[in-house]
């Protein structure tokens, strides 16, 4: 990209920037889309996709059960000896990272994206014409940058205020069938989400709040503490075999993050990089499409990054509001917890509280086909 040429770059292929460069390539943008990793790969997440994350990727010409997502219909919790479940108040689904964030890579370069995968930014600078990036193969000149690096902070460019971080730690099991339902673990530590894979076995994903020790490194340390937070727990997990040799693991996720109003003009923050919703309560796949779906149509209305950050901000208060609240719930009162899920009503409430909510498809179209901005 030269100067002055309204090239956009974005800085992440994960859900958020696949989002806004699908958009903003459909509406005839040129659009460059930087990945540090070379292969779409499986990332620390519990993997479940909602209504509103299946809505936004109907606007982007994708749908989870098409990828293969396993349905959900019930969410079901254990602490102690006690259990609840009850039924998920909209359409859900369980589905791979690595299958989602490649579906997501591919649509983009379908939209008409220009993907540089393997290429990771080292930097961002205001410059003449707009931003200089760069890379270790070279400078890249952009008009507007979308900065969605989920959770890596691009150096120069912290998230200003986040809060001290949260551990994540994932890993694929054989051998265990936890049906058609999300299963949240709570434990000595943190809490766990369990759900199925496609093709048989499950997905255990966990937030930690204090020091792991060898849960993080070894399988079978973090399947025991799991397992010991529950007779739920012990049940499901009973008979699991570790599908990798060790969790992945991410450090210092800063649940409950919103970027503040403002940040420099022409560098639009999406995903993870703009709100850090907490996993299992709130679901970041679904903040992550919509932000960069709303940040690509504020590029494209001509609004600055300030008033896009400060209209996010808002817009995203309320699901980061009930997430949170059930998260402290999770972690301090999981027994309330428990006891909240078993009155069906007021739980379905929560979990709908907790969304983002979605245009319809079609609202989506409509702002990439009015486009007249520059090709
Ligand atoms: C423990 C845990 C459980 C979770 N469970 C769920 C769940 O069940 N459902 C749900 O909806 N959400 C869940 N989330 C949240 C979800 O994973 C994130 O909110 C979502 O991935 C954010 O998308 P993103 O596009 O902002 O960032 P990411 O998905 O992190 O993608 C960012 C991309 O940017 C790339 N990148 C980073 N730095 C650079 C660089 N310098 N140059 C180039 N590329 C770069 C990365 O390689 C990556 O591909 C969970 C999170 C955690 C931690």
Not at 15 to 40: D, K, N, S, T
Not at 232 to 254: F, I, K, S, T
Not at 292 to 306: D, F, M, N, V
């Amino acid at each position: 990209m030269t100067p002055g040429d309204g090239g956009i770059a974005v800085i992440g292929a994960g859900p958020a920037g696949c989002a806004a460069a699908i958009a903003l390539a459909r509406a005839g943008r040129r659009v460059l889309l930087l990945e540090r990793q070379a292969e779409p790969r499986e990332s620390v997440c519990g993997e479940f996709l909602g209504a509103d994350a299946a809505a936004a990727l109907a606007a982007l010409g994708l749908d989870p059960a098409t990828l293969g997502g396993v349905p959900l219909r019930r969410a079901r919790v254990g602490w102690r000896g006690r259990d609840a479940a009850f039924a998920l108040p909209f359409p859900a689904w369980g589905l791979p990272r690595r299958v989602l964030d490649g579906a997501l890579r591919e649509a983009a370069v379908a939209a008409g994206t220009e993907l540089r995968a393997g290429a990771a930014v080292r930097g961002a600078v205001p410059g003449p014409g707009g931003w200089q990036l760069r890379l270790a193969e070279g400078a890249v000149t952009a008009r507007q940058v979308v900065l969605a690096t989920g959770k890596q902070a691009l150096r120069g460019h912290p998230r200003a205020g986040a809060p001290a971080g949260a551990l994540g730690i994932k890993l694929h099991l054989a051998g265990i069938a936890p049906g058609d339902a999300v299963t949240l673990l709570p434990f000595a530590g943190g809490y766990a989400g369990l759900q199925p894979l496609p093709g048989g076995g499950a997905n255990l994903c966990a937030v930690w709040h204090g020091a792991p020790g060898e849960a993080a490194r070894d399988p079978v340390a973090f399947l025991a503490r799991v397992a010991a937070g529950s007779a739920l727990g012990a049940r499901l997990l009973e008979g699991a075999r570790p599908v990798w040799d060790r969790p992945l693991a991410v450090a210092a996720v800063p649940y409950g993050f919103r970027q503040p109003a403002g940040g420099p003009a022409g560098l639009y923050r999406a995903g993870d990089q703009a709100a850090v919703i907490p996993s299992f309560t709130g679901e970041g796949i679904a903040l992550a499409l919509h932000s960069g779906l709303t940040a690509a149509a504020a590029i494209l209305a001509g609004e600055e990054a300030e008033a896009f950050h400060a209209a996010w901000r808002r817009r995203s208060a309320g699901p980061m509001r009930w997430a949170g609240l059930g998260a402290r719930l999770l972690r301090q009162a999981p027994a309330l917890f428990v006891r909240g899920a078993g009155l069906g009503a007021a739980a379905r409430l929560m979990a709908r509280r907790t969304r983002i909510g979605s245009a319809p498809p079609s609202a989506w179209s409509a702002v990439w086909s009015m486009d007249d901005g520059p090709a």
